[in-house]
């Protein structure tokens, strides 16, 4: 990125070293031209030329910072055309793949333009643009704000760009979860992995099964004081508002283990038979859904009929990672359910269980993801692994394995991406060296480029209850998306900490 030559008449948006303080830092910004000055006094035009419903809300939030900043005038007013310019336009280009996120954005003492050939880039140079106007705007009020002259082609390297959100055992309100997304999208996130169900509580609201939010909801790690549910009433509203605003929200539905909840309302789909209760703790239960009862499958399947009408997402997030096969191994149900089906042990069950959910979700024009402790198995090529266990000095190619087994993986390993751990064992500049490197040796760089869709980082939430997420979460997910955004090879630490303090 090249820096800013005169930088002390623009120094609000910029680093001292001249460099432009936006978080993820664009692919490539070119400074030269003359500055734009915005003031009350003089206003400024905001021209939409989308007219895209979708961009709606961005566009509206523009308006607001550009109104306080400089009064905005009717962009139709003849006399408009005498003040600087702001502009949005979707510039069709036959080349462009459907989830192209690119944009240009210029600024110059003529106003600005953001040009993209789809709505999401449109939406990512309006995030650049209100990210600019605040950091150039003055603590005064009512001050002129000088943005420097410059030209920003941008693109993420990577198209996944996650933040999951544990709401099983810690429940966040509503309001909050908009609030989230507000910042994630700001950012230039794009998806919300929404992990609904767990041991401790059950937060979707299955209208076929009441029972599961109106006994397995009332608490958050065994408070009663702290539980709710997502109706599906509010779960579209919160899909439809993170539409407006680019992220795609992926449902995950946890089988066949961490689902202490659903057996405790429902204890004959567990191989025992129960009785169980919630529990408020942390664990690895090992009481898991029964393989052998077919019960589960009518149940699961009605749940994710739900699931499918409430997200329109192509993926569904099966879960998967640690469910012990004790139960399993005592079970005669499963038992049968092996031999049946010529099933050597256990962990075959397992991968017969969820590659029975994969043809089931894939009948219904869906793809699973599922953590890596299904990465081992043999799952047919279009389940997605998240990695997520990285313990071994050698984990970070199992990513390179299951590409060359076709594969796709999301990345969000332990040692960068799990932002509840503290930030003694995960520090900013860690995180910011999350990198997506593939293993040569077993895969080409077209391979892993196709398969290696891009990462998340996770937010679990056992001690974490919402009024603490954000405090928690951030400022490393700034560096999470710069990884994912920028994908430098030796991003400077240091220059990154700068930068995030004045976000
Ligand atoms: C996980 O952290 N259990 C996926
Ligand atoms: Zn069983």
């Not at 000088?146 to 993420?156: F, K, N, Q, R, S």
């Not at 749940?303 to 409430?310: T, Y």
């Not at 313990?391 to 594969?407: E, I, K, L, N």
């Not at 960068?416 to 077993?442: F, G, N, R, W």
Request: with cysteine.
């Amino acid at each position: 990125m090249s820096t800013c030559q005169n930088a002390s008449s623009v120094v609000g948006v910029l680093s001292p070293s001249g460099e432009l303080d936006v978080i993820p830092s664009p692919r490539r910004v070119d400074f030269g031209g003359t500055p734009l000055v915005l003031t009350p006094e003089v206003g400024c035009a905001l021209h939409d030329l989308t007219g895209s419903e979708r961009l709606a809300p961005a566009v509206s939030d523009l308006a607001e910072s550009l109104q306080r900043i400089a009064r905005i005038v009717d962009a139709s007013a003849s006399d408009g055309q005498n003040r600087p310019q702001i502009t949005i336009r979707l510039q069709p280009d036959p080349n462009a793949k459907p989830d192209d996120e690119s944009y240009q954005l210029q600024v110059s003492s003529h106003g600005a333009t953001i040009v993209a050939p789809r709505e999401a880039g449109c939406f990512y140079g309006i995030q650049t643009l209100r990210q600019m106007l605040r950091l150039a705007s003055p603590e005064a009020s009512h001050a002129a704000v000088t943005l420097p002259g410059v030209t920003i082609h941008d693109a993420p390297r990577y198209a996944w760009r996650g933040m999951m959100v544990d709401s099983a055992r810690n429940y966040q309100p509503l309001s909050f979860l908009k609030q989230l997304i507000d910042k994630l999208s700001h950012y230039k996130f794009n998806v919300m992995h929404w992990h609904l169900v767990d041991d401790q509580a059950w937060r979707l609201e299955v209208k076929s099964h009441p029972r599961l939010t109106a006994e397995a909801s009332r608490v958050s790690m065994g408070d009663e004081s702290r539980g709710g549910c997502y109706t599906q009433q509010e779960i579209r509203e919160l899909v439809r508002y993170a539409w407006h605003r680019f992220i795609r929200i992926v449902p995950e539905i946890e089988m066949p283990g961490h689902c202490m909840s659903a057996l405790t309302v429902y204890p004959h789909l567990s191989c025992t038979g129960g009785p169980f209760t919630l529990p408020g703790v942390q664990c690895i239960c090992p009481d898991i859904y029964c393989a052998g009862n077919d019960e589960v499958f009518a149940f699961i399947e009605d749940v994710l009929n739900e699931v499918i009408d409430l997200f329109p997402d192509p993926f569904i997030h099966i879960g998967g990672d640690e469910a012990p096969k004790d139960r399993w191994a005592a079970c005669p149900r499963c038992r049968q359910r092996m031999r049946q089906e010529g099933l050597a042990d256990e962990g075959q069950l397992q991968a017969w269980f969820i590659a029975r959910m994969h043809r089931y979700l894939k009948s219904r024009g869906r793809r699973i993801i599922a953590w890596d402790d299904l990465g081992d198995k043999d799952l047919p090529s279009d389940v997605v692994f998240q990695w997520w266990r990285n313990r071994t000095p050698d984990a970070w190619r199992w990513p390179s394995r299951w590409a060359s087994r076709g594969h796709a993986t999301i990345f969000s390993p332990t040692s960068h991406c799990y932002l509840d751990y503290s930030e003694d064992l995960i520090s900013l500049p860690q995180a910011l060296t999350l990198s997506l490197a593939a293993d040569h040796d077993l895969i080409s760089p077209e391979r892993a480029d196709a398969l290696f869709l891009g990462g998340e980082c996770n937010v679990w939430t056992e001690k974490i209850p919402w009024e603490r997420f954000l405090s928690r979460a951030f400022p490393r997910a700034y560096a999470i998306i710069e990884a994912l955004w920028r994908a430098d090879d030796r991003p400077n630490a240091e220059r990154f900490i700068q930068r995030v303090s004045r976000h």
